[in-house]
């Protein structure tokens, strides 16, 4: 069964995790990013984020290769304003993706993570498997590997 994680991410916390991820389940990786770069200044950046996350704007995005050639994608993604960062949208808006992806994990500084998975449910019919991911800044950072760890063995085991 071919895999593939598709993320996008800002401060590098999601594609660490991806790259982790990706070599403890032997997945591809495909990185997108805003076509039009996020302001440089971090007030700027959640400024722009959280307004495209909450008003649920789909960006033009880059790196979306081809996915019809994996049988399972699992996406990876930072939480702005409770919601998957919008990059994540024009993803789920892309044919075929959302009924391939069977997991998730996601990176927020806050709390909000069960928010954010209650909305992907709603739009993911094959999810199977999320974990929550602290951003490096938070103490419980800590756990990420091993929750890594855990969710690679989810993933591996159906």
């Given at each position: 069964?071919?895999?593939a ?26 990185k ?24 649920g704007?789909?960006?033009?995005i ?6 019809s ?80 760890k855990?969710?690679?063995s ?5």
């Open positions: 069964m071919t895999k994680i598709i993320y996008y991410s800002l401060s590098g916390n999601t594609e660490k995790a991806a790259k982790d991820l990706a070599s403890l389940i032997g997945a591809d990786l495909i997108v990013d805003f076509v039009k770069p996020m302001p440089k200044s971090m007030g700027a950046q959640m400024l722009k984020g959280g307004m495209q996350t909450t008003f704007m789909k960006p033009a880059t790196g979306l290769t081809d996915t050639k994996y049988d399972e994608l699992i996406l990876g993604a930072p939480i702005w304003a409770g919601k998957c960062a919008s990059p994540i949208n024009t993803i789920l808006a892309t044919n075929g993706i959302a009924d391939k992806i069977t997991s998730v994990f996601t990176f927020s500084g806050g709390g909000d993570n069960d928010k954010c998975i209650a909305n992907l449910n709603k739009r993911l019919p094959n999810l199977k498997h999320n974990v929550a991911l602290a951003d490096k800044s938070n103490e419980l950072s800590k756990d990420n590997d091993s929750k890594i855990a969710f690679a989810q993933i591996k085991n159906g």
